[in-house]
């Protein structure tokens, strides 16, 4: 029987995530405000800067795969002729506009999705943001503009810096029009000094989970991790992760374990399935399993913010938190990222989740596990689903393997 441990601090979360979306909703309806759809690695620093009220469509499609909605709305989209194999996020996301229905009415009330004012992408994920923003171009009739980051990064050079540094320069002009407003860099620096406050507190609590027993898992923060995202340059995620993680240190000095007799610890590479979170969670608890760290939940840790505070150039300092972003680097730095979290965390096995409609995300297709094994000794378990389209996804299948290899770690 699973025992799930709710944190204090998740009401003041969900205060300010009730909160965001209202404000969102109020700033599409309030024609002295401009609302901006971003990416959720997108400039989103240099949006709020010049006053924007800003949106994350891939936060829409969290929620939509969560609330299991996801499935009734990609075939709409397949219809128009998005792919079924592209990502799920986009098609599930896209059918829930042309079906005008959003889990955003029943758990905040609105209306439906915010109009957007302009539209921001970064390719640093993958290129289907930008056909997704299309998309909302053409239905909304606004500008859509973005940057093209690029790929299987090695060193974060300074040319690589330079360019994205120019293509975020390029965004200044078109964006203060349709803002109406003028682009202030002391305003820049100080929503980049609030990122930097949110990310190194997020950090700081994704890291609680080195403590044996852990006081997190996994499934706790792709949950806990909202504010991180749709809400990092401003000040509220700041309080709500400096209590949660009051509170994480609390649970780890009493010896409290969010899985109870941990036994093993593992790192999740890849996407949640938002659809089985709870499944999942319960499932690994049975196990006596910890799923301590993972790849998607460190992503929104953006250590180069903190540059600027030491008074590097902001431009910079956003266009390198960017370039780092785990999905946007060569294999060799991924190995690297995941084997050293794997020793922090002193994990003794890795879970793999290869996504059937996210290959970016998804770094089982090229030996990658394989490689790692041989160097760490690391075992590994591979299983196949999705980030939102459940019928990528067979639950049976994926908890036999998963308890055949936690039957072979012995222990």
Not at 29 to 47: F, H, I, M, Y
Not at 218 to 228: C, I, K, R, S, Y
Request: charged residues 25%; glycine residues 8%; hydrophobic residues 40%.
């Amino acid at each position: 029987m699973a025992n799930f441990k709710p944190f204090r601090a998740t009401k003041q979360m969900k205060d300010l995530m009730a909160g965001h979306f209202r404000e969102v909703d109020e700033a599409s309806r309030d024609p002295g405000r401009k609302v901006a759809w971003c990416t959720s690695v997108g400039p989103a620093e240099l949006l709020l800067s010049l006053g924007y009220t800003v949106y994350y469509p891939e936060n829409h499609g969290a929620l939509l795969g969560a609330s299991r909605k996801a499935n009734d709305f990609i075939p709409l989209a397949n219809a128009l002729g998005y792919s079924p194999d592209i990502c799920s996020y986009l098609t599930s996301d896209i059918g829930s506009y042309l079906a005008k229905d959003t889990p955003l009415t029943k758990a905040y009330g609105l209306p439906g999705v915010p109009r957007p004012d302009v539209l921001v992408y970064n390719t640093n994920q993958c290129r289907d943001v930008q056909d997704w923003f299309s998309f909302y171009s053409r239905e909304f009739g606004v500008p859509v503009v973005g940057v093209n980051s690029p790929t299987k990064i090695g060193e974060v050079t300074q040319p690589l810096v330079d360019g994205m540094v120019a293509q975020y320069k390029a965004l200044i002009s078109p964006l203060e029009t349709i803002a109406g407003t003028r682009f202030d860099t002391d305003r820049f620096r100080e929503v980049l000094a609030l990122s930097a406050k949110t990310t190194r507190l997020w950090k700081a609590c994704l890291f609680a989970g080195r403590h044996r027993p852990s006081p997190l898992t996994f499934f706790d923060a792709t949950v806990l991790m909202g504010p991180a995202v749709v809400l990092r340059g401003t000040p509220g995620p700041v309080a709500f992760y400096r209590e949660l993680l009051a509170e994480l240190e609390e649970r780890a000095a009493a010896g409290v374990g969010a899985v109870e007799g941990e036994r093993h610890r593992f790192y999740w590479d890849g996407m949640p399935v938002w659809g089985k979170l709870r499944e999942l969670s319960a499932f690994f608890q049975e196990l006596h399993t910890a799923v301590v760290v993972s790849t998607y939940c460190n992503s929104w840790i953006f250590e180069a913010f903190e540059e600027a505070d030491r008074g590097a150039d902001p431009f910079e300092a956003m266009a390198r938190a960017y370039l780092e972003l785990f999905i946007v680097r060569s294999d060799a730095v991924k190995e690297e990222v995941i084997g050293r979290l794997a020793r922090e965390f002193s994990v003794d096995g890795i879970v793999y989740h290869d996504a059937k409609t996210c290959p970016c995300n998804s770094n089982t297709r090229y030996g990658l596990p394989q490689r790692l094994k041989e160097k760490s000794g690391l075992p590994y378990v591979v299983f196949y689903g999705d980030l939102n389209d459940l019928r990528c996804f067979s639950e049976e299948q994926t908890r036999t393997n998963i308890e055949a290899f936690v039957e072979q770690l012995g222990g």
